[in-house]
């Protein structure tokens, strides 16, 4: 059984891991929250099995980083395509039982929070490679990886961050007890948002077993809308929690919401909204497939053309780091064309009027308004795939049409 987040032993392990970071050092210090990690996974990964695979996934993925520190040539290909293999036979991907023979396939190793530990690594690998990992000690490294407050749902750490928390260079929190209050305030914030107003708003939210063909279309409009508020509730309230914990155990996660219903286009709701996995992606997909599309002749006169072709590649990405059937693919298609035609506009209208005459056109009241209710609507909208099967999200956009 999964610990809660408001359940007794998941507060005390919590309480527990912040005393003895606390009163600890050195070594002891190391072994105090790994074993607290093995602790809170142990429930989490289902027994022996699922934590077992997961700490095999980790050690892999150190042993990897140690051969790009050793061999950054062809080590780091090889290794980064062996890992990304991995990740997607681990996920059992759906277009593999197109690809692979049923009796090689399992379902047994797709464990919680894989999607989240897999970017992880692949961080540490790629900043290994580019030599801006710093110092990699092994046993920081696992406790990075299997920190229980940041496993199942993020933030996504980078290493060197967690690293100098954890050695002290960096403060997670002043030294006082106005820090360490608003950390707990934080902590009980989070939980209102997960277990109280998210709850509240589920049943509203188009349930998996609903009749989708018969309700009416008021309960589906209401369904769309309810489900973007839900997850964000739940995912900013757990994120709430793992930075309230993270604080008082000396290892602050990143901030990873800012008013994401604000956002005044797609790029803005990026930016605010699961932010460190946007980060992330900008700085190890986007970039590179940016930069790599300039150089080839067919891109090179073609910019705008190069943008969006990283920029469609990025949130395909992004749609299958989250789910592995054809629906989260759709999501994060649906996600790249929102961002063609926003840089698209963007570039058709500073060539036409220049840069300055844009950025005091988006300084107008109604344009910011404007652009918060369109871009919340599209975000509304593209979450159906999110939520629902493609076949079930086919049917609630077909019935929303029809009721046009």
Not at 7 to 24: D, E, K, N, R, T
Not at 89 to 95: E, I, K, L, Q
Not at 289 to 306: G, T
Not at 328 to 337: A, M, R, S, V
Request: proline share 4%.
């Amino acid at each position: 059984m999964q610990l809660s987040l408001m359940s007794p032993s998941f507060l005390g392990l919590s309480l527990a891991a912040a005393v003895l970071l606390a009163i600890l050092a050195g070594a002891g210090r190391q072994v105090a929250f790994l074993v607290a990690n093995v602790v809170f996974l142990w429930p989490l990964l289902l027994g022996p099995q699922g934590v077992i695979s997961t700490i095999a996934f980790c050690l892999l993925g150190y042993l990897l980083t140690r051969l790009i520190l050793w061999q950054p040539g062809w080590g780091f290909g090889g290794s980064l395509i062996a890992y990304v293999l991995l990740f997607v036979y681990m996920r059992n991907y759906d277009f593999l039982h197109w690809l692979l023979p049923e009796g090689v396939l399992t379902a047994g190793l797709s464990t919680v929070g894989l999607s989240f530990l897999f970017f992880k690594i692949v961080h540490v690998m790629i900043e290994a490679q580019s030599r801006t990992l710093g110092s990699l000690e092994f046993l920081t490294y696992l406790n990075y990886c299997l920190n229980f407050t940041t496993f199942m749902m993020g933030p996504i750490q980078r290493y060197q961050d967690f690293s100098a928390q954890w050695y002290g260079r960096d403060q997670a929190i002043p030294l006082r007890f106005e820090a360490y209050l608003d950390a707990v305030l934080r902590i009980l914030m989070g939980l209102v948002k997960a277990y109280v107003l998210a709850e509240w708003l589920k049943p509203f939210t188009l349930p998996e077993n609903s009749d989708l063909l018969s309700l009416p279309l008021s309960s589906l409009l209401v369904g769309v809308y309810a489900f973007y508020f839900f997850l964000y509730l739940n995912f900013a309230g757990y994120c709430d929690v793992a930075i309230g914990i993270g604080s008082l155990l000396g290892v602050r996660p990143p901030e990873n919401f800012d008013m994401p219903f604000l956002a005044r286009n797609i790029s803005d709701f990026w930016f605010r909204f699961h932010r460190s996995l946007t980060l992330w992606l900008t700085d190890y997909i986007f970039s590179p497939a940016y930069k790599w599309a300039l150089m080839q002749r067919w891109f090179a006169s073609q910019p705008l053309l190069a943008m969006n072709a990283a920029l469609i590649l990025t949130l395909i990405a992004s749609g299958l780091w989250h789910g592995t059937t054809l629906n989260f693919f759709l999501f994060g298609l649906i996600h790249g064309t929102y961002f063609v035609i926003f840089r698209t506009w963007e570039t058709l209208v500073m060539q036409r009027f220049g840069r300055a005459w844009l950025r005091e056109w988006r300084k107008r009241w109604s344009v910011q308004l404007a652009g918060m209710v369109i871009t919340f609507n599209a975000v509304a909208f593209s979450l159906v795939f999110f939520h629902l099967d493609t076949t079930r999200a086919l049917q609630v956009f077909a019935r929303l049409l029809g009721g046009l």
